[in-house]
């Protein structure tokens, strides 16, 4: 029942206390009121109570003590179960045989007025109100009994609300519990008695296993936060480990499953390992052998740690406490995953090694992830990762190897590589990456291969690049601005002198002016030089020759670059393959070439070449491709070319060559 609380104006008044100011006496200038006066006028009573000296009244009050003034003879009195209050039901004041109001002590036409003690009042009359007062009481009361009826609709409503809504969360909660296993409702059960909250949303972690993990500081903060939303990634992880039978044989459930370091292993991998099933949906791996069984995640394609050993403390799955116990390694690489990278990986602190190329993963690289801090190699080539590299990088102090090639990271690099002093390779190709390339690179004593090509950096090349003596491979590849916006555009001579350098790789990258001379004690291991598409003028030296080691020079597309192939090519013996296309070579083919006894492929197309193919080409036992075609000036292949049996021989269809027909055919 709502309790109800008057309005100020019809506020309760008990008639008994004495605090109250006495009724006034009938003043000498008003007229004597008679119960049987027809010329009552109740402005005069109003107007004698208000020339009284006693304190002000409410009106309602004003109006009862005068009506007590009226004497008339008592009726017979009523059973004590017919004292009810004398309000008939549209609100007016009941009357008696007499036609006049009875009243029981006190009056009873105002709301919550008290019951009539004959004894106490010992009175043989009692006083009514005279007929145009009690018009305008029952004016009042009518007043009052709708507004406590509109009172009482109003509660009702509120009330039939209140019972609606919890009717409904009721009914939502029923349904979100029904589809619990088993194993869930003993859980329930065995935790009932636990001095603890249940929390809001996820009934899984009011267990044990729950608690621990929002108590484990090994569990990351996101996660804990994600496992009250029942529809999480991680929810739903430990939903699986909670209440799949297939977890039964670890006691992850029931009171005192804690209690021990070997469960508590247990349940962080399996949830960790879980987490990443839900997430990248293992049943769609191209190998998913073991994920989200009974078997040990150990046993789990793509995790690698100890082997488990049976029967250790009497349970089934249960593993020594060993380091090579723990997970250590995770190679999902080339298994078709989809999804966004868990942040639930981190909670395989230990691991050295996560290598996920060539997958479908997307989204940004979560920041979680940075806390692996025992991390040697982080591959994550070949994906759909966004966003920028986070500046938490720099906490991987342990990282050796890092792939970030082939995504759609953007933004400058982040300070943070300066930190990473133990880095030896680092892939950052084939991303929208900008700014200049970081001078801290140049710092890293220990960096042997650096890949940046297919960015958009800018500023050229930073000299303390001259540093790095371990430095074998550099690619900076088609990146259009990054010589372009350089104060000098010229090729670094400083590369010159790196003693590791096998590989480096600048196309496309806006070089100008001419190919550095060489020397004795140039890039001494060099083995691969890409200088294709840039701004080069002038020819190119017979002194690139010195380069004993080179196995492949490409120099195509330089539109500037132009006068006799040198005749020293011959004379590198480890020369595999020749690309000068696109040029402005002219003259003839040097026959010393031939002497170059390793060459396999030979770019001469797109020039301005003369003369007849040298026969000694065809002493050249190694060579499958030999293109020479958009050469006007050359006429004639010989024969001994022809008895190479060449896969590919392309010399235009204008040239006098009897084994090139099927080559013409096929253009």
């Not at 018009?135 to 039939?160: E, I």
């Not at 052998?289 to 046993?299: A, I, L, N, Q, Y």
């Not at 250590?328 to 090694?353: M, R, Y």
């Not at 002093?421 to 890293?444: A, R």
Request: charged share 25%; proline share 5%; hydrophobic share 40%.
């Amino acid at each position: 029942m709502v309790a109800y609380d008057p309005p100020p104006e019809y506020e309760h008044v008990d008639s008994d206390d004495e605090s109250l100011p006495p009724p006034p006496p009938p003043s000498s200038g008003a007229s004597v009121i008679t119960g049987s006066s027809d010329t009552f006028d109740d402005h005069d009573l109003v107007k004698s109570v208000s020339t009284n000296t006693a304190k002000p009244v409410k009106k309602w009050r004003r109006l009862k003590r005068e009506a007590e003034h009226v004497l008339v003879p008592q009726d017979e009195p009523q059973d004590e179960h017919e004292a009810v209050d004398n309000i008939n039901v549209d609100g007016s004041l009941a009357t008696n045989n007499n036609n006049n109001v009875p009243m029981q002590g006190h009056f009873r036409g105002i709301h919550n007025a008290q019951k009539f003690d004959e004894e106490e009042a010992g009175m043989d009359e009692i006083e009514v109100p005279s007929s145009s007062v009690v018009d305008r009481l029952n004016v009042v009361a009518r007043k009052y009994a709708k507004k406590k009826k509109s009172r009482k609709l109003v509660a009702l409503v509120v009330v039939g609300l209140a019972v609606l809504v919890a009717i409904i969360a009721g009914s939502i909660v029923g349904s979100s519990n029904n589809g619990r296993s088993n194993t869930a409702a003993r859980d329930a059960d065995a935790d009932a008695d636990a001095d603890t909250d249940t929390l809001p949303g996820n009934p899984n972690l009011d267990t044990e296993a729950g608690r621990f993990l929002l108590s484990d500081p090994g569990i990351p903060a996101a996660t804990k936060a994600a496992l009250e939303d029942e529809n999480s990634v991680a929810a739903q992880a430990l939903d699986w480990v909670m209440n799949d039978d297939v977890n039964v044989a670890y006691g992850l459930v029931g009171v005192g499953a804690m209690e021990s370091d070997e469960a508590k292993l247990n349940l962080k991998q399996r949830f960790a390992a879980a987490s990443i099933g839900k997430s990248f949906d293992s049943d769609g791996f191209t190998n998913s052998d073991g994920w989200m069984t009974e078997k040990d995640v150990c046993e789990w394609k793509g995790i690698q740690c100890g082997q488990p050993i049976q029967g250790v403390d009497g349970g089934a799955g249960a593993r020594n406490l060993q380091d090579v116990n723990v997970v250590g390694k995770i190679n999902l690489s080339d298994n078709n995953v989809v999804g966004v990278l868990p942040i639930e990986i981190s909670i395989f602190s230990e691991v050295t090694e996560l290598i996920l190329f060539t997958n479908k993963i997307s989204g940004p690289i979560p920041l979680e992830l940075f806390d692996l801090t025992k991390l040697a190699v982080l591959d994550l080539y070949d994906n759909n990762l966004s966003g920028v590299i986070p500046e938490d990088l720099e906490k991987l102090t342990n990282l050796s190897n890092l792939y970030l090639s082939k995504n759609n990271f953007s933004g400058q690099l982040p300070a943070a590589f300066g930190q990473l002093s133990k880095l030896e390779q680092i892939w950052i190709n084939e991303n929208d990456l900008t700014g200049p390339i970081l001078d801290s690179f140049g710092d890293m004593e220990n960096l042997q291969s650096l890949l940046l090509s297919q960015n958009d950096f800018t500023g050229g090349l930073p000299v303390n690049f001259a540093n790095l003596q371990l430095l074998e491979t550099l690619d900076l590849d088609e990146n259009r601005d990054l010589f372009y916006s350089a104060t000098d555009r010229t090729f670094p001579l400083f590369l010159l002198d790196m003693p590791a350098l096998t590989r480096l790789s600048m196309r496309e990258v806006f070089l100008t002016g001419e190919i550095p001379t060489m020397s004795e004690g140039k890039f001494p291991k060099l083995q691969i030089l890409y200088l294709d598409a840039n701004k080069f003028t002038g020819s190119l030296s017979n002194n690139i020759a010195w380069i004993q080691s080179l196995e492949r020079l490409t120099l195509s597309n330089n539109v500037q670059l132009g006068g006799n192939i040198p005749r020293d090519l011959g004379e590198m013996p480890a020369l595999k393959v020749l690309d000068l296309s696109g040029c402005q070579f002219d003259g003839e083919i040097p026959a010393k070439l031939s002497r170059a006894a390793m060459l396999e492929q030979i770019y001469l197309n797109g020039n301005y070449l003369t003369g007849a193919i040298p026969s000694e080409i065809g002493d050249l036992n190694e060579l499958f491709i030999l293109k020479f075609e958009k050469n006007s000036g050359i006429t004639v292949v010989p024969n001994e070319v022809c008895d190479l049996g060449l896969q590919t021989l392309m010399g235009g269809c204008d040239v006098d060559c009897s084994c090139c027909d099927d080559v013409c055919l096929r253009r």
